[in-house]
């Protein structure tokens, strides 16, 4: 046998060549996808978290925009408590701020309503001393009170609406962690139990307005 390669050989050689270039390729773009993924954050969520300072407000997603909508009517997955993630803590203090500009006066935000689909969200506690802002991450309601309440609800996602609903139930149970990492568990009553209640809907790609009954639906259908 000589040194020269048979036709199928160099065949051969060459896909395997090809193969390996093109394993090469899929890894690095692999890990061009997952660049930032130890921030939680996916590259677009970065992008917007990063185009303004930690105090600057975010521009608040609407229903009226098409674009805007899909993104309410995803699900937002949990994110890593870490204090030492720098993206998680400038966007904490982003969210806070969308929350309390003048122009908006929320009570509550959930983070899809400004384009990241985290579970993250501030509530007003009115239960508390001072009404404080207070934020949670990871929240899950654990027990719905078989009590319900009666109150009228807008949304910073929905401008210019509000609607009565009567199946927030009174008190629930929750479950979260804070950015620390510590997990925590707490009951929470009265209209501070329906912030909750809508900012985790939120976090599910739920809006107050599937809520209402068929006809609430119909009377207020554009």
């Known amino acids: 046998m000589n040194g020269s390669l048979h036709p199928n050989t160099s065949y051969y050689c060459l896909m ?3 193969l390996l270039v093109l394993s090469l390729c899929l890894i690095i773009g692999c890990s061009g996808l997952r660049t930032g993924t130890a921030t939680g954050f996916s590259s677009a969520e ?40 720098a993206m998680l803590s400038k966007f904490i ?15 509550g935000i959930a983070a899809p309503q400004v384009g990241i689909l985290k579970n993250i ?23 719905y009170s078989k009590t319900k309440q009666t109150v009228t609800e807008g949304c910073l996602s929905i401008p210019n609406k509000s609607a009565t609903l009567n199946k927030r139930s009174d008190t629930i ?6 950015p620390t990492g ?24 739920i809006l107050y307005l599937d809520h209402l009954t068929k006809d609430q639906q119909e009377e207020r259908a554009p």
């Open 121 to 143: 969200i501030w509530v007003q506690r009115f239960d508390k001393d001072n009404f404080p802002f207070e934020v949670y991450l990871n929240p899950k309601i654990t027990n």
């Open 182 to 205: 510590t997990q925590l568990k707490t009951n929470v009553s009265g209209f501070t139990a329906v912030i909750f209640q809508h900012e985790i809907d939120h976090l599910n790609g």
């Open 46 to 85: 970065q992008v917007l978290i990063q185009n303004g300072d930690s105090h600057a407000s975010m521009r608040i997603y609407k229903i009226t925009n098409t674009k805007d909508s899909l993104c309410l009517r995803q699900r937002s997955t949990d994110i890593k408590p870490d204090p030492n993630n």
């Open 16 to 18: 395997s060549r090809a």
């Open 173 to 178: 149970s929750i479950v979260y962690n804070t």
């Open 93 to 107: 203090k982003r969210l806070y701020a969308t929350v309390t500009d003048s122009s908006a006066m929320g009570v």
